[in-house]
């Protein structure tokens, strides 16, 4: 299939002939986004440099009916940027200026083709942070992590994208240029439409711009390790730190799993015979972080650990970082498919639902090893299998239903960062319930009339 | 689907196409295309071998060329794809017969002509010993030994006990580089017949590809030797009356195939100031045979390099390989920048006394078209074969 001529030659004289591709080899490296499996062959490929030339695109779309499918770096990881319907991706990566860093506003403001790292660093060098710190940051778009609202590694301290987001400028599919929120904390004049198009995962508008909060850079950074005979253990740990009356920017824990396929690939020292590791750090004034990191060496030791060690210096930090990083790659290495998940439960319920994961992993025989953010509950169960053995790509997908189920059985949810995509689309009404997601999809018909802006993702 | 075995299973599958490898990627920082990326062009990889794609097809050929084989992506794949060695099978693949680019045929059946490479040798004088048993020996280099023929002289300085027999061919790094990946092996595996024992190399391409062959015990460049064998760099470079501030281009396959970038830091830096300058580690654009292949791209590649190297107040670039050398050395005299390139053995040599390294005068626009043509008249040549080549 491919798009009428008198379709394309439009979409050239509104973007400009080099900014439009069609030939089967162009598309090509488009049918696909960083999640496993999925895969859409559009009919063409955008790049817009203004909103305007977005707002041209989406009214000839929805004139013609045509899908559309924002796309920003193409990191995500629930396939919410594959053109399942085929039509037009939009590639916003031309628009990459960094518009605004306002030490005495604690603001930026960013088109949303900008990196993550490059905001981060534009920031950094005025002496702010822009907390949110996606494990793709350095790949990702702001936009792409707005219309995702991407969590990362500091979730409980600092909390996601959404809280971070004070004005957006979308375009909508039927070519209205609207401005949500600003340059404003405080601002209840209508619905909250900034914080419904964070996290639409691009069905409901086209983000171009973006504005968002910024910190003042906190002055030192310390980190520790803690292992535990189990993660029972490591739980109560996390349990009595934050009782503790502390709230720690890093927080992060591996299964026995990971911890051996770490030390299989990274050869870092780690303890072979640990059942769990809790990577913990502060950030702040250095007499703050000094006192916290010790306070919480103190509480994991209260609760069993079997070693406690903080971090010398910010080489050794970045060692023990290094295992939490590892782990992800440690774990790809052995196969080749990978399919990360992000179920989520409340806290204090990690390390039982990490024993239900290993419960389901064997009632399925497949291999699942679970790394992620103990601070605020977010699982990352990894599975590991070759790409080729459709058998066992099965029960993965069997496995990760009992898993999703177990964590809306628990309080939790299918998805705490990744997104619902096309990927987890058939658990959402699981989760969400058929009255709630009746009501998504007439706010959806409210913004997209002829339903053409990233049709089918996010339960829509 | 069937699948076409264009590529090995076990690195094409290697690949989740997560991306972190875009930002490491400076073709992909030219276009801000998914298809000038590794992940893309990967992609297309796997198009091509499933049959989606011919490799007929436009995109396929412009971005097999395009690509500068630089592997800046391998060090930040956290999947461990080998890049470099999917790029070798694609180009077997693509560039078979008639799209083979008619300059890489040229280049190919010089660089494998022993007695050309001789006569080379003869006319042009680099360093020249019996060989030694047992001892190290000095890899010439195809075109090196003709190009730059004074490297190998120098190294003699810094290195007295290095053997270097004439008789030796080319390391086929060219060939596996540039579609020939058997034929490239099989002159490695002759090279490594020729110079028994421990090779070591001026060139970071020549010696990563060399060391995929015959394993990095045997096959160590330059600084890595110097570095392992404990030696200390002798005497001080001065230039007008302070300690010479030097900066270094890294060689990609050295840097990203066999991780060597910190040695050669710490040898200019026990003979003159270092300076790092940002980017220092990203590809020059030479990338063996692009820079003749694509001299526009690798133009744009270099551009922001030389803006930085200006900036820094440097007096020489240091280069450990010839093709990164020559790019810098004309992209520098196109500017009529005072900033001179040079070869780490020459810089080296020259700390301990030996040949003095060209001096970093304001160059005047004669110097700037005298080093313009010299940078230039190999690839004419090379061109004007070609065509003859073609018109036959």
Same mark, same amino acid.
């Given at each position: 299939?491919?798009?009428?001529?008198?379709?394309?030659?439009?979409?050239?004289?509104?973007?400009?002939?080099?900014h439009v591709r069609t030939?089967p080899g162009d598309v090509e490296p488009y049918t696909r986004d960083a999640t496993p499996v999925f895969r859409g062959v559009p009919e063409a490929v955008v790049f817009p440099r203004?909103?305007?030339?977005v707002?041209?695109v989406?009214?000839?779309?929805?004139?013609?009916?045509?899908p559309v499918t924002p796309r920003g770096a193409g990191s995500n990881l629930c396939a919410a940027t594959v053109a399942e319907y085929g039509g037009i991706v939009l590639v916003l990566t031309r628009m990459d200026?960094?518009?605004?860093?306002?030490?005495?506003?604690?603001?930026?403001?960013v088109e949303a083709g900008v990196s993550t790292v490059a905001l981060?660093?534009?920031?950094?060098?005025?002496?702010?942070?822009?907390?949110p710190?996606p494990g793709s940051r350095t790949v990702s778009t702001v936009g792409g992590n707005v219309a995702t609202c991407a969590g990362g590694?500091?979730?409980?301290?600092?909390?996601?994208t959404?809280?971070?987001?004070?004005?957006?400028?979308?375009?909508?599919?039927?070519?209205?240029?609207?401005?949500?929120?600003?340059?404003?904390?405080?601002?209840?004049?209508?619905?909250?439409?900034?914080?419904?198009?964070?996290g639409s995962e691009g069905t409901?508008?086209v983000l171009t711009?973006l504005?968002?909060?910024?910190?003042?850079?906190?002055?030192?950074?310390?980190?520790?390790?803690?292992?535990?005979?189990?993660?029972?253990?490591?739980?109560?740990?996390?349990?009595?730190?934050?009782?503790?009356?502390?709230?720690?920017?890093?927080?992060?824990?591996?299964?026995?799993?990971?911890?051996?396929?770490?030390?299989?690939?990274?050869?870092?020292?780690?303890?072979?015979?640990?059942?769990?590791?809790?990577?913990?750090?502060?950030?702040?004034?250095?007499?703050?972080?000094?006192?916290?990191?010790?306070?919480?060496?103190?509480?994991?030791?209260?609760?069993?650990?079997?070693?406690?060690?903080?971090?010398?210096?910010?080489?050794?930090?970045?060692?023990?970082? @290094?295992?939490?990083?590892?782990?992800l790659?440690?774990?790809s290495?052995?196969?080749?498919l990978t399919v990360l998940?992000d179920?989520?439960?409340?806290?204090?319920?990690?390390?039982?639902?990490?024993?239900?994961?290993?419960?389901?992993?064997?009632?399925?025989?497949?291999?699942? @090893?679970?790394?992620?953010?103990?601070?605020?509950?977010?699982?990352?169960?990894?599975?590991?299998?070759?790409?080729?053995?459709?058998?066992?790509?099965?029960?993965?997908?069997?496995?990760?239903?009992?898993?999703?189920?177990?964590?809306?059985?628990?309080?939790?949810?299918?998805t705490?960062e990744h997104g619902v995509g096309a990927a987890k689309r058939?658990?959402?009404?699981?989760?969400?319930?058929?009255?709630?997601?009746?009501?998504?999809?007439?706010?959806?018909?409210?913004?997209?009339?002829?339903?053409?802006l990233n049709p089918g993702k996010l339960?829509? | 689907?069937?699948?076409?075995?264009?590529?090995?299973?076990?690195?094409?599958?290697r690949c989740i196409s997560c991306g972190f490898c875009l930002p490491a990627c400076?073709t992909y920082a030219l276009t801000r295309d998914e298809a000038s990326s590794p992940r893309g062009r990967i992609t297309l990889m796997r198009a091509?071998?499933?049959?989606t794609?011919?490799?007929?097809?436009?995109r396929?050929?412009?971005e097999?060329?395009?690509c500068?084989?630089?592997?800046?992506c391998?060090?930040v794949c956290p999947a461990?794809v080998?890049y470099?060695?999917?790029?070798?099978?694609?180009?077997?693949?693509?560039?078979?017969?008639?799209?083979?680019?008619?300059?890489?045929?040229?280049?190919?059946?010089?660089?494998?002509?022993?007695?050309?490479?001789?006569?080379?040798?003869?006319?042009?004088?680099?360093?020249?010993?019996?060989?030694?048993?047992?001892?190290?020996?000095?890899?010439?280099?195809?075109?090196?030994?003709?190009?730059?023929?004074?490297?190998?002289?120098?190294?003699?300085?810094?290195?007295?006990?290095?053997?270097?027999?004439?008789?030796?061919?080319?390391?086929?790094?060219?060939?596996?580089?540039?579609?020939?990946?058997?034929?490239?092996?099989?002159?490695?595996?002759?090279?490594?017949?020729?110079?028994?024992?421990?090779?070591?190399?001026?060139?970071?391409?020549?010696?990563?590809?060399?060391?995929?062959?015959?394993?990095?015990?045997?096959?160590?460049?330059?600084?890595?030797?110097?570095?392992?064998?404990?030696?200390?760099?002798?005497?001080?470079?001065?230039?007008?009356?302070?300690?010479?501030?030097?900066?270094?281009?890294?060689?990609?396959?050295?840097?990203?195939?066999?991780?060597?970038?910190?040695?050669?830091?710490?040898?200019?830096?026990?003979?003159?100031?270092?300076?790092?300058?940002?980017?220092?580690?990203?590809?020059?654009?030479?990338?063996?045979?692009?820079?003749?292949?694509?001299?526009?791209?690798?133009?744009?590649?270099?551009?922001?390099?030389?803006?930085?190297?200006?900036?820094?107040?440097?007096?020489?670039?240091?280069?450990?390989?010839?093709?990164?050398?020559?790019?810098?050395?004309?992209?520098?005299?196109?500017?009529?920048?005072?900033?001179?390139?040079?070869?780490?053995?020459?810089?080296?040599?020259?700390?301990?006394?030996?040949?003095?390294?060209?001096?970093?005068?304001?160059?005047?626009?004669?110097?700037?078209?005298?080093?313009?043509?010299?940078?230039?008249?190999?690839?004419?040549?090379?061109?004007?074969?070609?065509?003859?080549?073609?018109?036959?």
């Amino acid at each position: 299939m491919s798009l009428d001529r008198g379709v394309v030659a439009e979409l050239e004289a509104i973007v400009g002939a080099e900014h439009v591709r069609t030939a089967p080899g162009d598309v090509e490296p488009y049918t696909r986004d960083a999640t496993p499996v999925f895969r859409g062959v559009p009919e063409a490929v955008v790049f817009p440099r203004t909103a305007d030339e977005v707002a041209a695109v989406l009214r000839l779309a929805t004139r013609r009916h045509i899908p559309v499918t924002p796309r920003g770096a193409g990191s995500n990881l629930c396939a919410a940027t594959v053109a399942e319907y085929g039509g037009i991706v939009l590639v916003l990566t031309r628009m990459d200026t960094i518009l605004e860093i306002s030490p005495d506003e604690l603001l930026a403001r960013v088109e949303a083709g900008v990196s993550t790292v490059a905001l981060a660093a534009a920031a950094a060098a005025k002496g702010l942070l822009y907390a949110p710190d996606p494990g793709s940051r350095t790949v990702s778009t702001v936009g792409g992590n707005v219309a995702t609202c991407a969590g990362g590694l500091r979730g409980l301290k600092y909390g996601v994208t959404r809280n971070y987001v004070l004005g957006a400028t979308a375009v909508l599919p039927t070519g209205e240029v609207i401005r949500t929120g600003g340059r404003l904390w405080k601002d209840v004049a209508g619905y909250d439409l900034t914080r419904l198009l964070t996290g639409s995962e691009g069905t409901l508008g086209v983000l171009t711009e973006l504005t968002v909060a910024l910190l003042p850079m906190p002055a030192t950074a310390g980190t520790g390790v803690a292992y535990f005979g189990g993660l029972a253990d490591a739980g109560r740990a996390v349990s009595a730190i934050i009782s503790d009356g502390i709230v720690p920017a890093t927080l992060e824990f591996l299964d026995a799993k990971c911890i051996g396929a770490v030390e299989e690939y990274a050869r870092l020292g780690l303890r072979a015979d640990a059942g769990a590791l809790l990577l913990f750090g502060d950030d702040g004034p250095p007499d703050v972080v000094e006192r916290n990191l010790e306070r919480i060496g103190e509480r994991c030791a209260a609760t069993g650990a079997l070693e406690v060690t903080l971090a010398e210096s910010i080489a050794r930090s970045e060692a023990l970082l @290094a295992a939490r990083r590892c782990a992800l790659p440690a774990l790809s290495r052995l196969g080749t498919l990978t399919v990360l998940e992000d179920a989520t439960v409340p806290r204090p319920r990690i390390a039982e639902m990490v024993d239900r994961i290993d419960g389901i992993a064997e009632r399925h025989d497949v291999p699942m @090893a679970t790394f992620g953010h103990a601070g605020d509950g977010n699982l990352h169960p990894t599975s590991v299998v070759d790409q080729r053995d459709e058998a066992a790509i099965g029960r993965v997908h069997k496995a990760f239903g009992d898993v999703f189920a177990a964590a809306i059985e628990m309080d939790g949810t299918i998805t705490g960062e990744h997104g619902v995509g096309a990927a987890k689309r058939d658990f959402l009404e699981a989760r969400l319930g058929s009255d709630q997601l009746a009501l998504l999809r007439r706010i959806k018909a409210a913004f997209d009339p002829a339903g053409i802006l990233n049709p089918g993702k996010l339960g829509s | 689907v069937t699948d076409r075995e264009i590529f090995d299973h076990v690195l094409l599958d290697r690949c989740i196409s997560c991306g972190f490898c875009l930002p490491a990627c400076p073709t992909y920082a030219l276009t801000r295309d998914e298809a000038s990326s590794p992940r893309g062009r990967i992609t297309l990889m796997r198009a091509l071998e499933t049959g989606t794609l011919d490799a007929d097809d436009d995109r396929l050929r412009a971005e097999s060329s395009f690509c500068l084989g630089c592997r800046a992506c391998e060090p930040v794949c956290p999947a461990g794809v080998q890049y470099g060695q999917l790029l070798e099978q694609w180009r077997d693949h693509q560039w078979r017969g008639r799209r083979r680019p008619p300059l890489v045929q040229v280049l190919l059946r010089v660089a494998e002509r022993t007695p050309l490479l001789l006569l080379m040798g003869a006319v042009r004088r680099p360093a020249r010993t019996p060989p030694s048993p047992g001892g190290p020996s000095l890899m010439l280099g195809c075109f090196e030994r003709a190009l730059y023929p004074g490297v190998s002289r120098a190294v003699r300085r810094v290195l007295p006990d290095v053997a270097v027999p004439a008789d030796q061919g080319c390391c086929g790094a060219l060939h596996a580089h540039n579609g020939e990946s058997k034929r490239g092996h099989a002159l490695a595996e002759r090279l490594g017949e020729e110079l028994p024992g421990v090779i070591v190399t001026t060139a970071g391409g020549c010696a990563a590809h060399l060391a995929s062959v015959l394993g990095t015990d045997r096959v160590q460049e330059l600084s890595d030797h110097l570095v392992r064998s404990g030696a200390v760099p002798r005497g001080e470079l001065r230039v007008d009356g302070r300690r010479a501030r030097v900066a270094i281009q890294d060689s990609c396959h050295l840097r990203n195939g066999l991780g060597v970038s910190a040695q050669p830091r710490e040898l200019i830096a026990a003979v003159a100031e270092f300076v790092a300058v940002p980017g220092d580690g990203g590809c020059c654009g030479s990338a063996g045979t692009y820079s003749l292949l694509r001299p526009r791209d690798a133009r744009r590649i270099v551009a922001p390099k030389l803006d930085a190297l200006e900036a820094a107040g440097i007096d020489y670039v240091v280069a450990v390989n010839p093709g990164c050398l020559r790019q810098l050395q004309a992209g520098l005299a196109r500017r009529g920048s005072t900033i001179r390139a040079v070869h780490l053995a020459d810089l080296l040599a020259a700390a301990a006394g030996g040949k003095r390294l060209p001096r970093g005068v304001p160059a005047t626009a004669r110097a700037a078209g005298r080093a313009r043509r010299l940078g230039g008249s190999v690839a004419t040549r090379i061109r004007r074969a070609t065509n003859r080549a073609n018109s036959r």
